[in-house]
């Protein structure tokens, strides 16, 4: 018989996972699995659990936020690569961008039949100062909002809580002064307000990229930096470059775009990261590397096992 770790986090969103446990585990009984069910205890503990047992599994399944997955997929990369089942998700928190990217179903029972049952399919992984990331690695504006916002505001307010703790900072937004290199030769400098690699179609619903844009399994992050506004034309410069998505690709402009498969950034001082909505430390100089194919997901629906 097939084997099922079933990982979810019973503080994630408005706490659908644990009052959902019975339906989805009855679905991945109905799908030929014998399940082990683990609820995450404290930060940290999904990656323990799967790095202690994920091996033993033909499949991972996690239910939560950016965060439980972020978890999960720590614990899938620490394991050899032969050993790593292949991973389902069910988003329950707050954003859940990469749900949006993966394009995966929105109720409960199709999420629940696309974890245990969907279509394995590869994709890339990121690592940020050699922490992974499944779909963003970010610096500066608004990117400390996911975990300085009490979860109490999240599950309350859901994205809006995002939206109402970050419009403080609009007043006094830092900007940090960058070096921004590729193996390949390209620099761009400046003074910047926010800058992100990512793997995704959507970030906190603030920057949002065309889906035919980003392939999720090509070796190649997309890039963007905003340059630090000075004026109100600034202001709309940046807001039309990201309605518009017409980023410019030269890295003159106020808002700059391109893919890499490797990008450093080096800062006057340390600058504080966001690794899938968690904070992921400080550094004056961050190495993003993309780790092609490095994690096995299901998606959509239809078993190829």
């Known amino acids: 018989m097939k084997k099922l770790l079933y990982i979810y986090n019973p503080t994630a969103g408005r706490r659908t996972a644990k009052a ?38 033909d499949r991972v399944v996690c239910c939560g936020g950016d965060g439980t997955l972020n978890e999960t997929v720590q614990g899938l990369l620490a394991l050899p690569a032969d050993k790593r089942p292949v991973l389902g998700y069910i988003p329950a928190g707050t954003t859940n961008d990469f749900s949006r990217t993966l394009e995966l179903p929105r109720t409960l029972s199709e999420l629940a039949e696309a974890a245990g049952a969907g279509a394995p399919r590869p994709i890339d992984v990121g690592e940020a100062a050699g922490r992974p990331f499944t779909y963003v690695a970010a610096f500066g504006l608004f990117t400390d909002v996911s975990y300085s916002t009490p979860q109490a505001n999240k599950n309350l307010l859901g994205h809006f809580a995002y939206l109402l703790e970050g ?139």
């Open 20 to 57: 959902s446990l019975s339906d989805v585990v009855e679905v991945f009984s109905r799908q030929g699995y014998e399940i082990t069910v683990h609820p995450t205890q404290e930060r940290g503990d999904a990656t323990r659990t799967v790095l202690e047992d994920g091996g033993g599994f």
């Open 167 to 305: 419009m403080g900072r609009l007043a006094s937004i830092p900007s940090y002064h960058m070096k921004v290199s590729t193996p390949e030769g390209k620099e761009v400098e400046g003074d910047f307000i926010y800058g992100m690699v990512g793997n995704t179609v959507s970030v906190g619903g603030l920057v949002n990229l065309p889906r035919d844009k980003v392939l999720l399994d090509d070796g190649r992050f997309e890039v963007i930096l905003i340059r630090q506004p000075k004026t109100a034309k600034d202001w709309q410069s940046i807001l039309t470059a990201l309605t518009t998505l017409e980023l410019s690709k030269d890295g003159e402009g106020a808002v700059v775009g391109f893919s890499a498969g490797e990008v450093t950034f080096a800062c006057d001082a340390p600058v504080a990261w966001t690794v899938d909505g968690e904070f992921g430390g400080e550094q004056q100089i961050t190495t993003v590397k993309n780790l092609p194919r490095a994690l096995t997901i299901a998606c959509g629906a239809g078993s190829t096992e």
